[in-house]
T-cell receptor, first 110, second 114 residues
Framework: GQQVMQIPQYQHVQEGEDFTTYCNSSTTLSNIQWYKQRPGGHPVFLIQ?????EVKKQKRLTFQFGEAKKNSSLHITATQTTDVGTYFCAGLYNFNKFYFGSGTKLNVKP | NAGVTQTPKFQVLKTGQSMTLQCAQD?????MSWYRQDPGMGLRLIHY???????DQGEVPNGYNVSRSTTEDFPLRLLSAAPSQTSVYFC?????????????FGPGTRLTVL
């Protein structure tokens, strides 16, 4: 079946360091979305990427969608303690089924 | 707007019992879905709906039923609860269509099956 692999599983950084998480699908995606979830909370939408090779920025966050629409990355520059949480990608297949990656849990030490 | 609401927030069931998890949205979204999240894992799609009267299976549909009689409501039924269904259940909605759009998630239902 469809699967979205996400790495790394955990990342511990010092405040101010950069952070990147990667997602990879075995088949072409319709689009990809990124979410952040805090402990005990629900996923909160960050962004959606639709076009091949698309790059979007939100302040210190940079999102990329691969040329083949099979992989994506989220990069955070100069992490802050407020960035703590688990980041998930969600790949959309055939415009109607979402498959989530297993998430990258980010811990930021002040 | 209340967004996406889910009830109950917590539930404990015994093996073999049945129950319905409620989900409602007031954003006139066509696409609604149910996910389960197990510790340390991502969300897995159980069932989804692209509009009233239309439902389809996701990644892990066994043991669950859904129906969509109105745009607003998308209940999830556990037919005969099993300990393997202990999980956190999230309902989500979005505009849907080819570009999908942001999924809004409810606060979740934490279910324990003994």
């Amino acid at each position: 079946g469809q699967q979205v692999m996400q790495i790394p599983q955990y990342q511990h950084v010092q405040e101010g360091e950069d952070f990147t998480t990667y997602c990879n699908s075995s088949t072409t995606l319709s689009n990809i979305q990124w979410y952040k979830q805090r402990p005990g909370g629900h996923p909160v939408f960050l962004i959606q990427l639709v076009k091949s090779g698309e790059v979007k920025k939100q302040k210190r966050l940079t999102f990329q969608f691969g040329e083949a629409k099979k992989n994506s990355s989220l990069h955070i520059t100069a992490t802050q303690t407020t960035d703590v949480g688990t980041y998930f990608c969600a790949g959309l297949y055939n415009f109607n089924k979402f498959y989530f990656g297993s998430g990258t849990k980010l811990n930021v030490k002040p | 707007n209340a967004g996406v609401t889910q009830t109950p927030k917590f539930q404990v069931l015994k093996t073999g019992q049945s129950m319905t998890l409620q989900c409602a949205q007031d954003m006139n979204h066509e696409y609604m879905s149910w996910y389960r999240q197990d510790p340390g894992m991502g969300l897995r799609l159980i069932h989804y709906s692209v509009g009233a009267g239309i439902t389809d299976q996701g990644e892990v549909p066994n043991g669950y039923n859904v129906s969509r009689s109105t745009t607003e409501d998308f209940p999830l039924r556990l037919l005969s609860a099993a300990p393997s269904q202990t999980s956190v259940y999230f309902c989500a909605s979005s505009y849907g269509g080819r570009t999908s759009g942001e999924q809004f998630f409810g606060p979740g239902t934490r279910l324990t099956v003994l």
